[in-house]
């Protein structure tokens, strides 16, 4: 019973900028979209959350549309340290869910 | 990056034998977190603590026990292995200030023979 729904790989060139989609169509209103990735044989990584506006960090941008029913991870630059599996989530920023990471897009940047 | 470890990073045992797994924080944050990952299954939560002496389940609990007697440290047990406890074992913190960002740590591989 996925929330979001996920491209299983994806693949970008190093410095391209790499664009990472998620549908969540049946987000709530008072669920975030949150982003978190992990590279091979590490802990897994946060990396931006939004509610409806898009935002920034210094590791990606969050964009979020409208209707809040999509969203779109980008890296600016991506590098080759970028490779990694990236984890759409939805959930409530301040209850005590856990997460669930679902199977995620595995991004492989090419040299 | 948040100040997690994990220990031990890597453990061999044998079915039956118990098992503690340490995870120690040095962010003085509320909520502690157990995860295991396998393939196919993903990120799975075991146990949480939202405060010291206060823990509850996750979704996959049975057969681990865990214990918070200090802010600083989350303990897992495996109070007698079984091969199906193989696996990648993560903690994961987070502060009680509402924010649900967790921050991981490195993980420890654990192989029950």
């Known amino acids: 019973d996925a929330k979001t729904t996920q491209p299983p790989s994806m693949d970008c060139a190093e410095g391209r900028a790499a664009n990472l989609p998620c549908n969540h169509s049946?987000?709530?209103?008072?669920?975030?979209v949150y982003w978190y990735r992990q590279i091979h044989s590490q802990g897994p990584q946060y990396i931006i959350h939004?509610?409806?506006n898009n935002e920034t960090n210094e590791m990606a941008s969050l964009i979020i549309t409208e209707d809040r029913k999509s969203s779109t991870l980008i890296l600016p630059h991506a590098t080759l340290r970028d490779t990694a599996v990236y984890y759409c989530?939805?959930?409530?920023?301040?209850?005590?869910?856990?997460?669930?990471f679902g199977t995620g897009t595995r991004l492989t940047i090419i040299p | 990056d948040a100040g997690i470890t994990q220990s031990p990073r890597h453990k061999v045992t044998e079915t039956g034998t118990p098992v503690t797994l340490r995870c120690h924080q040095t962010?003085?944050?509320?909520?502690m977190y157990w995860y295991r990952q396998d393939p196919g299954h993903g990120l799975r939560l075991i146990h949480y603590?939202?405060?010291?002496?206060?823990?509850d389940k996750g979704e996959v609990s049975d057969g681990y026990s865990v214990s918070r007697s200090k802010t600083e440290d989350f303990l897992l047990t495996l109070e007698s292995a079984t091969s199906s406890q193989t696996s990648v074992y993560f903690c994961?913190?987070?502060?009680?200030?509402?924010?649900?960002?967790?921050?991981f740590g490195p993980g420890t591989r654990l192989t029950v023979l």
């Open positions: 994961a913190i987070r502060s009680g200030s509402g924010v649900n960002e967790q921050f």
């Open positions: 049946t987000i709530s209103g008072n669920e975030y």
């Open positions: 939004g509610l409806k």
């Open positions: 989530i939805v959930l409530n920023r301040f209850g005590n869910e856990k997460l669930t």
């Open positions: 962010e003085n944050h509320r909520y």
């Open positions: 603590s939202y405060g010291v002496k206060d823990t």
